[in-house]
């Protein structure tokens, strides 16, 4: 049997069949890593960025630990103490609803979606990049504000294994709830010059009525019901429950933590997000067609 051979008297190399070559092109997780790195990259390029999404929850913290730095009475903490928990539950909304559903909006805005959708990245890669950017910043940020509560407010970390387990599941579900939101709510603005206005308003009123500024004993309870609609009031209360003493749980509405009710919450939000990102997501803007 002979191989065949071109007009130049060289071996000819037979054709790679589709599997083959399919096989040589990284798949979407892969690309999603390498997606993710790239935005970890560009994120920490931006000092200004970097500086404002850390401080931000830290100087607030600071602010209203040492307005209101009383004794909780009947529940066995200072004011300073619930506001630890509270802001990490905001900063993890700040870096996943807010950040994605901003920089979701101006990169739309600036065409960059289109451009990504015309090349061979499988879609999944363009939302792993940013579920692991998410990811890093929320974790830092939590890391430096519980250093901060522990140093400076005397909040103490869990000693046993079922809090922390208890802090990861509310961790994941709440930053992924959160973050598809983000995604979600991205799709609302008309550019990307409003989308601030149309992301910070609700996040911002959610802060207010969800335990974040305000203890919870003191906020209405018809706006309390509709902060337990959403889950940055649920994130909240599992936090207290992870990080402060089980005497706390008084000041709640319920009177208690209610972890498996927050747990279904979140997963409900996060298969809802989910739903709603399919259904409104947009890789171009209005205008465009």
């Known amino acids: 049997m002979t191989v065949p051979s071109d ?9 790679q069949s589709a599997a083959q070559a399919a096989r040589r092109l990284p798949g979407a997780w892969e690309l999603g890593l390498r997606r993710g790195a790239l935005e970890i990259k560009q994120f920490f390029r931006l000092r200004e960025q970097v500086m404002f999404t850390f401080a931000f929850p830290v100087v607030f913290l600071f602010l209203f630990a040492s307005i209101f730095s009383d004794d909780v009475r009947g529940a066995g903490v200072t004011a300073s103490q619930l506001y630890v928990p509270a802001m990490m539950a905001a900063g993890i909304m700040s870096t996943s609803f807010q950040s994605l559903g901003i920089s979701i909006a101006i990169e739309r805005d600036e065409k960059v979606l289109r451009r990504l959708r015309g090349t061979p990245m499988p879609p999944a890669a363009y939302f792993l990049g940013k579920v692991w950017l998410v990811l890093v910043t929320g974790l830092l940020e939590t890391a430096v504000l519980l250093a901060v509560g522990t140093v400076f407010y005397d909040v103490s970390l869990p000693t046993g294994p079922g809090k922390w387990l208890t802090f990861g599941w509310l961790f994941l579900l709440g930053i992924t ?9 991205g799709s609302l603005p008309n550019s990307g010059r409003s989308a ?4 910070v ?28 609609l959403f889950p940055l009031k649920w994130l909240c209360q599992g936090l207290r429950g992870v990080f402060l003493p089980d005497s706390a749980h008084v000041l709640e509405q319920a009177g208690s933590w209610e972890f498996g009710k927050a ?13 709603l990102c399919l259904l409104t997501f947009r890789w171009k803007n209005r205008r465009a067609g």
């Open 177 to 185: 709830a959160c973050a598809l939101l983000g995604i979600a709510v």
């Open 196 to 199: 601030t206005s149309v992301v």
């Open 7 to 15: 007009a130049t008297g060289a071996t000819a190399t037979p054709p």
């Open 263 to 275: 747990a279904l919450v979140l997963g409900a939000w996060c298969v809802g997000g989910l739903v």
């Open 201 to 228: 308003l609700p996040f911002l009123v959610l802060q207010f009525i969800s335990g974040v500024y305000i203890s919870i004993d003191t906020i209405p309870d018809w706006m309390l019901d509709i902060g337990a």
